[in-house]
């Protein structure tokens, strides 16, 4: 059964910066991803929402992250032979996004 894993990160940067900022460094989630054996990542965005998908495990592991104008919202559904790392992956997918909002 998938797990989901939902993740809000407030921001104050607007819709457009935040847009912006997930589009030019999304890596940082991928990196995040691959940490814990997620490959093959693929994205389109939809409006302001990215959907995304990839593999672990030999099952898919997708999600959505919609971008709003104070805040991020991550879903992140995870098979079953990840769902025991689910509270590890929500902390550090957390801690990217936060790093990713942070005025500069």
Known sequence: MIRPVTIDIPHALGLAEARRRVETQFGRLEAQLAGVGVSG???????????????????TVGGRLTVLADS??????????????????RDA????????????
Do not use: C, T, V, Y
Request: overall charge positive; charged content about 30%; hydrophobic content about 45%.
């Open 93 to 104: 997918l957390g801690k990217s996004g936060q790093l990713l909002l942070e005025k500069k």
């Open 41 to 59: 990542i693929e994205k389109r965005w939809e409006g302001d929402r990215l959907h995304f998908n990839g593999r672990a495990i030999g099952q």
């Open 72 to 89: 991020l919202h991550l879903e992140l559904d995870l098979p079953p032979m990840l769902a025991m790392l689910a509270g590890r992956i």
